[in-house]
């Protein structure tokens, strides 16, 4: 059990990669990291080795508690502050520098999203009586939240002497008199808060693949799933779909489990003469257990004879339903090799794929994430 902020995405800690974003960013000066004593030496050791000078204060109970200690430990010469949730590592430079100019020029800035659900408020206990809101009247408040400097002291300053909670730093500011603006967010600059919300982080991978099938006699000719007409077809101990081979062995490739004689050998039975599309089907499972989507797939037919252009239409429509994609994430064309090698001289046909996938979650058959059990710290 470790503060969610320690957890890692594609090896690198939350923490870590929230503190980067602004590290990065030119206009920052100084970077105050707010852990609780139980992490807060092994915080330090984290933004050291990535040679992040950031000056790292114990919190206190509450997330307030923690900004007010963060507060009052900045250089007295800085004049905005922004106050960003460690657990959103998504923020974009874009977005940091809106905040720091619209910050500079309003004193008290916020970023937020509009709110897509309907929302409806309870009015008393167990629900007997709720309305429905406005929608176009709500927003989802997000970090980073920009303030000048004494104002936000000042704010914190008077909640810790009345003792006062709010929901943000925004509130402490509005009970001063002073006017909260609010500047457009980023939909993706969520704050992780369950093991789902890792879905954002998409790493990208590519594979290759590369097939070749002689040509023999008596057999059908299947490419991509389709039969063509033609006086012979390819040996092979399934059905010798040869384009869909390649594509096979770039999907698992990209997301580094083989090839599929490893996971379909010839010396097998139950593949004698099974559709290659079975196959893919099969293969597309194993890439989504390893938790990866196909981004996009190009792939080439490399043959004399037959012409593969009329039926281009046809592969891609049976492709991209057994990989459930759109059509336009999957490109197929022909060539000849201009009567040159075995097949310009009609010996088979070869084909090539490039594809690419994307990482849409935590791979369950690896360590890649650290469990979070209880909420931690912020930044």
């Known amino acids: 059990g470790i503060p969610k902020q320690y957890m890692k995405i594609n090896g690198k800690s939350i923490v870590l990669k929230t503190a980067e974003a602004f590290y990065a960013n030119p206009a920052v000066d100084t970077i105050v990291v707010v852990a609780s004593e139980d992490f807060s030496e092994r915080c330090r050791e984290i933004l050291k080795a990535a040679g992040i000078p950031a000056v790292v204060v114990l ?4 997330r307030q508690d923690s900004v007010y200690a963060g507060l009052k430990v900045l250089p007295r010469n800085m004049d905005l502050v922004l106050i960003h949730d460690a657990a959103r590592p998504f923020v974009t430079q874009e977005l940091i520098t809106r905040s720091i100019h619209e910050g500079c020029e309003k004193s008290a800035v916020i970023c937020a999203v509009p709110v897509k659900d309907t929302i409806r408020m309870n009015k008393n206990e167990g629900g007997k009586s709720s309305v429905t809101l406005n929608r176009s009247e709500l927003h989802a408040v997000q970090t ?4 000048d400097r004494n104002l936000i002291l ?12 709010g929901t943000d730093d925004a509130v402490l500011v509005e009970r001063m008199g002073v006017p909260v603006h609010i500047i457009p967010g980023d939909p993706e600059n969520i704050k992780i808060t369950t093991r789902g919300d890792l879905v954002m982080e998409k ?9 070749v099938h002689a040509f023999a006699e008596g057999r059908r000719l299947v490419l991509g799933g389709v039969e063509i ?14 384009l869909t081979h390649a594509i096979m062995d770039a999907l698992l490739g990209a997301a580094g489990c083989g090839d599929i004689g490893r996971h379909f050998p010839d010396s097998d039975e139950q593949y004698k003469g099974i559709s290659s599309l ?10 989504r257990e390893k938790g990866y989507e196909i981004g996009n797939i190009d792939a080439t037919v490399i043959a004399q004879r037959p012409k593969i252009a009329p039926y281009i239409e046809k592969m891609t429509d049976a492709l991209s339903r057994v990989l459930e994609i759109e059509k336009d994430k999957l490109n197929l064309k022909g060539t000849t090799t201009e009567g040159l090698g075995f097949t310009g001289r009609e010996e088979g046909i070869a084909a ?4 690419v996938i994307l990482q849409t979650h935590a791979d369950n058959t690896a360590d890649r994430i650290e469990q979070n059990t209880h909420e931690g710290d912020g930044v």
Not at 154 to 161: F, G, R, V
Not at 229 to 242: E, K, M, T, Y
């Open 144 to 147: 980073p939240q920009a303030f």
């Open 352 to 355: 090539q794929a490039v594809c």
């Open 154 to 165: 000042a704010a914190h300053e008077k909640a810790a002497k009345e003792g006062f909670y």
């Open 203 to 211: 790493s990208v991978r590519a594979g290759t693949g590369f097939d």
């Open 59 to 62: 919190g206190g109970t509450e």
């Open 229 to 242: 007409p033609f006086d012979r077809g390819l040996s092979g101990h399934s059905d010798a779909d040869v």
């Open 278 to 287: 079975l196959l893919l089907k099969n293969v597309l499972r194993r890439i």
